[in-house]
């Protein structure tokens, strides 16, 4: 399978709650793949039980707890080979990780960056909500709270590994422990928080898609 036959082509798993580490592995094999070109672009979608992980600019002065306090309260904490500080994971958080071949789309990280932002700002903007990028800071903010992290990798091949986290009904309480993505100033919210009703995950999943295909110039493989 060549790159011209799959870059405009999309592979979708929703996987439901996943480990933190069993995830990993999974995006480690499917960049294996991608780029080997045997597989087209992938969006894979989940949550995580509640993890807490460390990216590459980031350390543990931004975890105001002890590992220990973390592990007493049923927490994971990892160190992960992504862009960004610390973050939190857990359930009510839809993350996606697109492992996508960005060269055959012609962008370069920092664009890609752009994008999966207007990825998010596009679905908010379908529930009423009118979210921004922040300047200085990746991710997505309605106001000055934070709503979407982001923090990616990509391999000497050009394939993206990690990906977005939105707060749908993410229990916010759980980042009081750390300073989300090392920033001190501002905090986080949920689209719990800021709407009336909750949509349901699942509608929040296929717009994403939705989203995403577009954005990105892709067509879906099959219905998910």
Not at 59 to 77: D, F, I
Not at 81 to 95: A, E, F, K, S
Not at 98 to 123: A, N, S, T
Request: proline letters at 4%; hydrophobic letters at 40%.
């Amino acid at each position: 399978m060549t790159s011209q036959q799959t870059q405009r082509l999309l592979n979708v798993q929703i996987l439901g709650m996943l480990d933190y580490n069993a995830a990993w592995e999974l995006q480690r094999e499917l960049v294996s793949q991608r780029s080997a070109e045997t597989i087209p672009d992938t969006l894979v979608l989940l949550e995580h039980p509640a993890t807490y992980t460390i990216g590459r600019s980031g350390g543990y002065e931004h975890l105001l707890v002890s590992p220990e306090t973390l592990q007493q309260r049923g927490a994971a904490l990892i160190e992960v080979d992504r862009g960004g500080d610390i973050t939190y994971h857990g359930p009510g958080q839809l993350v996606g990780y697109p492992i996508l071949q960005i060269r055959d789309h012609g962008r370069d990280l920092h664009q890609y960056l752009r994008m999966l932002e207007e990825v998010m700002i596009e679905l908010l903007a379908e529930y009423g909500l009118s979210a921004r990028r922040f300047p200085g800071y990746t991710g997505v903010w309605v106001g000055e709270r934070k709503i979407a992290a982001i923090g990616v990798r990509s391999n000497t091949r050009g394939v993206t590994s990690h990906g977005f986290a939105l707060n749908v009904t993410t229990n916010l309480d759980d980042f009081a422990v750390i300073v989300p993505c090392g920033i001190h100033d501002y905090g986080v919210t949920s689209l719990a928080e800021l709407l009336p009703v909750v949509p349901a995950f699942s509608d929040v999943q296929q717009r994403i898609i939705r989203i995403f295909l577009r954005v990105f110039d892709l067509h879906l493989i099959e219905p998910v």
